[in-house]
């Protein structure tokens, strides 16, 4: 069964250092989004990507984010300046319409 | 109102009972609904998706009601393997942006 990864697993970093989320979504979807759950709360939106552009972001989604698809397989977010707030669990997702939306297994940041 | 709302339970309930949780959207646009199920510290998998008509899935219905802009999941024979985090997902535009309730917490006791 096709499957979004992403890695790492778990990511430690310093406070205002940079970070990169990497993750494969399924070969013929077309979305692509990023969602984070701060530990015991909900599953936030962050952004979504269609057509090698962002067609949506949320108010998270500030100037400290960014997301690529560089090769046209990975598609990153990247988190410029790190704040301690940012740990949280980061999910990847890719999505067929009316097939519903599946997600990696995440990454784990934590922001020290 | 939000765009998602659940009941965040926890419901507990006994092995071999029915359950049943609602879930109300705001977008009377929306056009696509989800059922998810999060275990602790796991990515939310798909549970099923929720048609106009209803579905059922073994042991699991879903069903929509658009008048009234909630959707609804049916577990019967509740089993211990059932006790997870359920999560209401609904697509408000065509594709542009899915929307999670915060999840209904279910408990099965023994």
């Known amino acids: 069964e096709p499957e979004v990864t992403q890695t790492p697993s778990h990511q430690v970093t310093q406070m205002g250092q940079e970070v990169i989320l990497r993750c494969v979504p399924i070969?013929?979807?077309?979305?692509f989004y990023w969602y984070r759950q701060i530990l015991g709360q909900k599953v936030e939106f962050l952004v979504s990507f269609y057509n090698n552009e962002i067609s949506e972001k949320s108010e998270i989604f500030d100037d400290q984010f960014s997301v690529e698809r560089p090769d046209g397989s990975n598609f990153t977010l990247k988190i410029r300046s790190t704040k301690l707030e940012d740990s949280a669990m980061y999910f990847c997702?890719?999505?067929?319409?009316?097939?519903?939306?599946?997600f990696g297994q995440g990454t784990r940041l934590t922001v020290v | 109102r939000k765009e998602v709302e659940q009941d965040p339970g926890p419901f507990n309930v006994p092995e071999g009972a029915t359950v049943a949780f609602n879930c109300t959207y705001s977008n009377s646009a929306s056009q696509s609904f989800f059922w998810y199920r999060q275990d602790c510290r796991k990515e939310p998998k798909l549970l099923m998706s929720v048609y106009s008509s209803g579905n059922e899935d073994g042991r699991f219905t879903a069903q929509l009601n658009r008048a009234s802009q909630y959707i609804s999941l049916l577990i019967r024979d509740s089993k211990l393997s059932d006790s997870a985090t359920y999560l209401c997902?609904?697509?408000?535009?065509?594709?542009?942006?899915?929307?999670f309730g915060k999840g209904t917490r279910l408990h099965i006791l023994p």
């Open positions: 997902v609904v697509n408000t535009n065509r594709d542009d942006k899915i929307i």
């Open positions: 997702a890719s999505y067929m319409l009316d097939a519903g939306a599946f």
């Open positions: 070969s013929n979807h077309l979305y």
